[in-house]
């Protein structure tokens, strides 16, 4: 399975399925079993500081033989030196989020690391097509964290047509019936982020898994419109501030200063309630904790019964 799988070949993995590169979250423990048990395990570089960066890539080379990638925030204070860090050490796949990489490409490229971008509009995935990016991630609001505004189900096919590179769907996928539902989509693969956030391999406080495993649908709420950075998170008790906050016109920079810091507040402190827990709306099907090879096995072992199901309908 998988052996004609496009991103599969250009990336040398057995399987198209990218663990989404969460800033605090995808660490080198998480990076190297998701590559270790044939997907692409890639470390979320959110805020982190160039050194430490360097420490993350060095110990998934040293934890695994397999690609792996990085996950470069482009609204980062660090932006510039993490990436001379990923040049450095010359990372194979690299994934930039929240905002436009076009000035890193040529560095990239030079260096032969795959690049491909978060995107969550048609607009900015064809200007990137148009500078050589290798494939791009389109990534529905459905997700957690930053976000833009298009679903997943709207956002992939429109990519997929506008674009001639291959495209991976991001956004809401947790299982067997999302990853089929990408491939319909015309999407080549997928990138999953809460789903590995239930794994055993997965570093977060047990109160941030919990707090997901508790989560129902409705459980997000949606922070930041007001500062044109939306981010989606779990509902709390920071949230209600934030929100109440929003409402009364403060400075971005007001909002900014309440924002610092919470989300390593929630992930390594456990204060699910002042700090920000952030997943996908997905996390509303997601009630069990998994090694990463059961979850990633699970993904692919469901798809024929999928296929099945889909049969017996355009029967
Ligand atoms: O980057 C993400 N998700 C993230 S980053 C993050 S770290 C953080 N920490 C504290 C506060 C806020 C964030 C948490 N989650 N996803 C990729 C993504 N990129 N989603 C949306 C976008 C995006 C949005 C606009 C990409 C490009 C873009 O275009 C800007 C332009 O110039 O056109």
């Not at 956030?197 to 495993?213: F, G, P, R, T």
Request: glycine fraction near 12%; charged fraction near 20%.
């Amino acid at each position: 399975m998988f052996g004609k799988n496009v991103i599969c070949k250009l990336l040398n993995i057995q399987y198209p399925i990218f663990q989404g590169g969460m800033a605090w979250i995808g660490t080198a423990e998480l990076a190297s079993a998701v590559s270790n048990a044939g997907g692409l395990g890639i470390i979320g570089a959110g805020h982190m500081p160039p050194d430490i960066l360097r420490a993350e890539i060095q110990k998934v080379k040293s934890w695994t033989n397999k690609p792996f990638g990085v996950n470069i925030m482009l609204m980062s204070p660090f932006v510039k030196e993490v990436m001379q860090v990923v040049v450095d050490e010359k990372v194979p796949v690299v994934t930039t989020g929240a905002g436009n990489p076009s000035e890193y490409i040529p560095a990239l490229k030079a260096i032969g690391s795959k690049i491909i971008p978060v995107v969550a509009s048609v607009a900015l995935a064809k200007r990137l097509a148009r500078t050589g990016v290798d494939a791009v991630i389109a990534e529905g609001t459905e997700s957690g964290g930053h976000i833009g505004e298009i679903t997943t189900m709207a956002l992939v096919p429109q990519i997929v047509d506008a674009v001639d590179i291959p495209v991976i769907a991001a956004g809401g996928i947790g299982d067997s019936r999302g990853l089929a539902a990408a491939f319909a989509l015309g999407a080549q693969g997928v990138q999953i982020g809460s789903r590995f956030v239930l794994s055993k391999e997965c570093i977060a406080h047990d109160n941030y898994k919990n707090s997901v495993l508790k989560a129902k649908d409705r459980a997000t709420v949606v922070t930041g419109r007001s500062t044109g950075h939306p981010v989606r998170v779990i509902g709390n008790k920071l949230t209600r501030e934030y929100l109440e906050l929003e409402k009364t016109g403060v400075s971005v920079d007001e909002l900014e200063k309440l924002g610092a810091g919470k989300l390593h507040l929630a992930t390594h402190k456990g204060d699910v309630e002042n700090g920000s827990v952030m997943i996908g709306q997905i996390s509303g099907l997601l009630h069990e904790l998994k090694s990463v090879d059961e979850i990633i096995h699970d993904l692919v072992d469901g798809l024929s019964s999928v296929m099945n199901t889909i049969e017996e309908n355009c029967k």
